[in-house]
């Protein structure tokens, strides 16, 4: 049974700041992992998507890794604003089915 | 093109009524998801569902849960005789492939509460 961790589970960071949020998952059989975003009473919005053969993805100042093998990935942003607290989830689809495996997430605060 | 439209947005049941949410997915989308984030939790799948067929639905409790996206007409998840544990926030998602990839679109979620 696949398991998705997030670490940490929050962070408090001033702002300007880079970072970087991790994902660990136990079973490397994935088609491919995916980092969204959530605000407060919201949806989930999709960041970015790295397929299984791919080692990393890059929108604007979000750059998400995978490794595979080792079942881990991060997500760096940089320069971080206020405007990027919400809360990160990491999900992985795998190639058994068509579901998103989630992790708990990471609630990200930036301060002004 | 809408997006993923749930409704109702906020629902509020006392123990032993019924709850059903509803979800419209988006334009050309055939393949619906629900999912659930109990307070403090992540996401958890629940069930997937094409046009007229349940495709997995192994994520959904044994009682009480139950699932259909029809024909015509939004995909309905009703949960009979609601306990204090049901309150959660329930998601719906819809994509046009069985491959899920950055194709998935989630609705904002019916927060249901029992009291």
């Known amino acids: 049974k696949q398991e998705v961790t997030q670490i940490p589970a929050a962070l408090s960071v001033p702002e300007g700041e880079n970072l970087v949020l991790n994902c660990s998952f136990t079973d490397s059989a994935i088609y491919n992992l995916q980092w969204f975003r959530q605000d407060p009473g919201k949806g989930l919005t999709s960041l970015l998507l790295?397929?299984?053969?791919?080692r990393e993805q890059t929108s604007g100042r979000l750059n998400a890794s995978l490794d595979k093998s080792s079942g881990r990935s991060t997500l760096y942003i940089a320069a971080s604003q206020p405007g990027d607290s919400a809360t990160y989830l990491c999900?992985?689809?795998?190639?058994?089915?068509?579901?998103?495996?989630f992790g708990e997430g990471t609630q990200l605060t930036v301060n002004p | 093109n809408a997006g993923v439209m749930q409704n109702p947005r906020h629902l509020v049941r006392r123990r032993g009524q019924e709850a059903r949410l509803r979800c419209s997915p988006m334009k050309g989308h055939s393949h619906v998801y629900w999912y659930r984030q109990l307070p403090e939790e992540g996401l958890k799948f629940m069930v997937y569902?094409?046009?007229?067929?349940?495709?997995?639905e192994s994520g959904m409790p044994k009682e009480r849960f139950s699932a259909e996206f029809p024909k015509e007409g939004p995909s309905i998840l009703r949960i009979q005789q609601v306990v204090r544990g049901d309150s959660a926030a329930y998601f719906c998602?819809?994509?046009?492939?069985?491959?899920?990839?950055?194709?998935?679109?989630f609705g904002e979620g019916s927060w249901l509460t029992v009291v």
């Open positions: 790295i397929q299984s053969s791919q």
């Open positions: 998602a819809s994509s046009p492939f069985q491959t899920l990839g950055n194709t998935i679109y």
């Open positions: 569902l094409q046009k007229e067929n349940i495709i997995d």
């Open positions: 999900a992985v689809e795998e190639t058994s089915g068509s579901r998103l495996t």
